[in-house]
């Protein structure tokens, strides 16, 4: 099979959710359909529940478990399917983003009685950000949820996206009888006490059909009425507008009913897109170029601390990854060559000899990467896109042991190579910030410091409200702001300067005194025209 043959039979997909949506129950239920696993409860939830935020035993059982599932590859009508795992607790939302920067598409899980969360809000900014297509489940239709147009309403307007479903409920809850789906006009009945299978399709010639009323009953007025209103509101569904990231498909269903997730996985695999092109800070890399190009967008560390090896997942983009064959390590400028890479089919490990754009290769790693790196053939290249965002709370970090300055810096510096927590280090001097989601990474932090490293911690609190990436087309400009903020300017771990404000008001101010200096609210923008000053 040649390299075009391989990229268009691959489709490279996360399923995104607030916490409680239904995310790791849609998983298992796509893995089952997809004949992955063989039986219910399979996949793990990799959530960790609030109340063991100090449980460090099972954030050690998380990774254990996220890592078995970073990847889960399945074979379905002939194409083989990427889903990438993501994490279920909001302050380990930062994975989250960067898986996003490595998939073709997103499948967006909503619970119908919660409708929009803030979780789903940030992750579709994200998503927004790449124009990434996105599908919508509307999930939990066996309880008593909203009304589904009220829905439809709140998604349009709340995560600023056109939707157009695709199937729709027939009643809720408890009045909950089944969907009928609008793109292939057919039918399922919904049965509480089984879950539903393959079989359940009842083929429908149109919303006249009478075959509709012998299954519904009374029931078939109120669809017919919501079939027109939503044949008259909406446009046809438009996929190109759906590649575009313009506009949602939205289906309806119960995830852990089986129910509507056989028609969501069909209609996901006839219009998900395969790989495409993916901008690098030099040029566009167009998936079926001959060289191969690919990122690294996680890093996993070993979940023995004996072994500080750790595994550096890479999206492959363009030409075809070999193992054994040496690339070039552009932020590193050497050659790396790679003789154990691994590859997830079917959930198991096993070693991979070569790998295609949309894949992802797990490659073990003993410190050489960082999140972000680009690896090629033949050409020196950045691949963009894994933005960072501003953290929410910050703590300056603090050695703990004298005697363990050297164990202290490296974990400091590996753990946020890992992307655990961003770092900031004052540009003369040795003091070092430590930026996060949730207060939990700082557990972490002093956790895996300790069992990892043998190096101690403390942490001091910061009045800190946001941070920004700053730049300035005048360099003296730049300077002089430096000077007079010297106290609240930091370096990234890229070398960029971050402006650490400690109000809203107090940023709002410094934006307006100083036009000269642009203040970005995520790396992306930075990461380029950094790049361009030193070139
Ligand atoms: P997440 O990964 O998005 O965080 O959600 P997860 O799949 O873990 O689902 C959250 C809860 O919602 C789970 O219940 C799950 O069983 C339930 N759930 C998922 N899909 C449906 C559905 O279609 N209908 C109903 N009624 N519930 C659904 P839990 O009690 O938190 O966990 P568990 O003990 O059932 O595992």
Known sequence: MNNQTEIQKRRTFAIISHPDAGKTTLTEKLLLFGGAIQVAGAVKSNKIKKTAASDFLEIEKQRGISVATSVMTFEYHNLLINLLDTPGHKDFAEDTYRTLSAVDSVILVIDCVKGVEPQTEALMEVCRMRNTPVIVFINKLDREGRNPFDLLDEIEQKLNIRVRPLSWPIGIGFTFKGVYNLYDHSLYLFHANRKATAEDRIPISSIDDKLLDEHLGNAVKQLRDDVHL?????????????????????????????????????????????????????????????????????IHANIDPRHRDRIAFLRVCSGKFERGKFYYHNRLQKEVRFNNPYSFLANAKSVVEEAY?????????????????????????????????SPE??????????????????????????????????????????????????????????HEYGAACRYNPLNVYKACWITAKDKLKMDEFIRFKMHQIMLDKDGHYVYLADSSWMLDQMMKNNPEIEFHFNSDTVQSSARTEKV
């Open 230 to 298: 939503i044949e008259g509101v909406y446009d046809p569904f438009d996929k190109e507008a759906y590649l575009k990231g313009d506009l949602a498909p939205v289906f309806f269903g119960s995830a852990i009913n089986n129910f509507g997730v056989k028609e969501l996985l069909d209609t996901f695999t006839e219009i998900a897109p395969p790989p495409g092109p993916r901008p690098a800070e030099e040029r566009m890399v167009n998936q079926y170029e001959k060289s191969f190009t690919g990122f690294v967008f996680k």
């Open 357 to 389: 754009p949309g894949d992802v290769v797990g490659l073990y790693d003993t410190g050489n990467f960082k999140i972000g790196d680009t690896i090629s053939e033949g050409e020196q290249l950045h691949f963009k896109g894994i933005p960072r965002f």
């Open 393 to 450: 709370i910050f703590k300056e970090v603090v050695n703990a042991d004298p005697m363990k300055s050297k164990q202290f810096e490296k974990g400091i510096e590996q753990l946020t190579d890992e992307g655990v927590a961003q770092l900031f280090t004052q540009p003369q001097g040795n003091r070092k910030v430590i930026g996060t989601v949730g207060e939990l990474q700082f557990e972490v932090i002093q956790h895996r410091l300790l």
